[in-house]
């Protein structure tokens, strides 16, 4: 089976049992809040909630999910996997370095297993030693990666320290654009997928966000070059979450993820434009976007060539527990 490039069929999710906004990564994501009304207990279960889905959103849409389970209590983001986790079609994995040290932990041993059993992973590069440098990458929270043309895009930020992405596009072999962003209040934003998705065929990109009116030219005219209709989201739409999609290969061909507050933020213009040639999938997140994250966050794609000759007869959905803390890093 020939493995879609940009959107992957398959997807890695953690289902969490102790969720909470993350107090130690509220110094510079403008994206979180606070629960208000509902015990921790509360939120945490309708954090789990919501999971379980968006696992069931996805399935139905023919996307294989790889659902493990977190029951600690000292891993309050653990819901977004995508962030120290990345994989490749030439059968690499990545790991990467974590910014806040209570996510350190959120790599997982029995994930890296799964993908080594299931799909073919010739190398796992392990980045996450940087951490004792003080250098961050977040993987695709930090980069979205253009798979087909190898390019990085990266909104500067504590999570994309330019020495640790130059580490990652020499190792794998990507173009790294990196650029300035702003919000009204003249903070940076921080991870890039809060800001843009890249598909197919279509791009979401705050636009407005990006600092300055050269860097916005260069986004703008890189992705037009690889063929991408470049949607404009305003601030607000990126406060909505709507940059914060994946486009990911279902049953009846692409669909594009991304929270029912982000799809209901898009203008019928917008909406025409993806659905030419992707279907959208909104699922409702509002628990876990308190934390400063949406349905792209929650979301690993597994671009790995499958070691079976049919993977869809046997989705895993449902069925991986997981160790509280599996050691992956030094």
Do not use: K
């Not at 209709?229 to 994946?246: C, K, M, P, T, Y």
């Not at 799809?263 to 308190?290: H, M």
């Amino acid at each position: 089976m020939a493995v879609p490039v940009q959107a992957p069929g398959a997807v890695v999710l953690i289902r969490p049992h102790r969720f909470r906004p993350n107090e130690l990564t509220r110094v510079d994501n403008a994206f979180q809040s606070l629960p208000t009304g509902p015990d921790p207990a509360a939120v945490a279960a309708q954090a789990r909630d919501e999971v379980t889905r968006l696992a069931e959103a996805l399935e139905s849409a023919g996307v294989v999910v790889h659902l493990f389970e977190d029951h600690a209590h000292d891993r309050p983001d653990s819901v977004f996997p995508n962030n120290w986790l990345s994989t490749h079609p030439d059968g690499r994995v990545a790991l990467y370095p974590m910014f806040a040290v209570n996510r350190r932990s959120e790599r997982r041993a029995d994930v890296v297993q799964l993908l080594q059993e299931r799909y073919r992973v010739d190398q796992v590069v392990d980045f996450s030693s940087m951490e004792r440098d003080g250098l961050f990458l977040e993987s695709t929270g930090a980069m979205v990666l253009d798979h087909q043309e190898r390019i990085a895009y990266v909104s500067r930020s504590h999570r994309a320290h330019p020495e640790a992405l130059e580490r990652f596009c020499a190792t794998f072999g990507y173009e790294a654009v990196l650029f300035d962003t702003a919000d009204a209040e003249g903070r940076a934003v921080y991870h890039t997928n809060v800001l843009m998705t890249v598909g197919s065929a279509v791009a979401l990109v705050g636009l407005g966000l990006i600092s300055t009116a050269a860097d916005r030219a260069r986004v703008t005219d890189r992705l037009a070059a690889t063929g991408r209709d470049v949607v404009d989201l305003s601030e607000h739409q990126v406060r909505q979450f709507a940059g914060n999609a994946i486009e990911l290969t279902g049953r009846d061909g692409p669909v594009l993820a991304l929270s029912a507050r982000a799809a209901a933020s898009l203008t019928a213009d917008q909406r025409r434009r993806i659905e030419a040639t992707t279907r959208l999938l909104p699922v409702a997140v509002p628990t876990i976007e308190l934390a400063g994250g949406s349905v792209r966050c929650m979301i690993a794609g597994v671009h790995l060539p499958p070691r079976t000759a049919d993977l869809r007869r046997t989705p895993l959905f449902g069925a991986l527990p997981g160790p509280a803390r599996v050691p992956v890093a030094p």
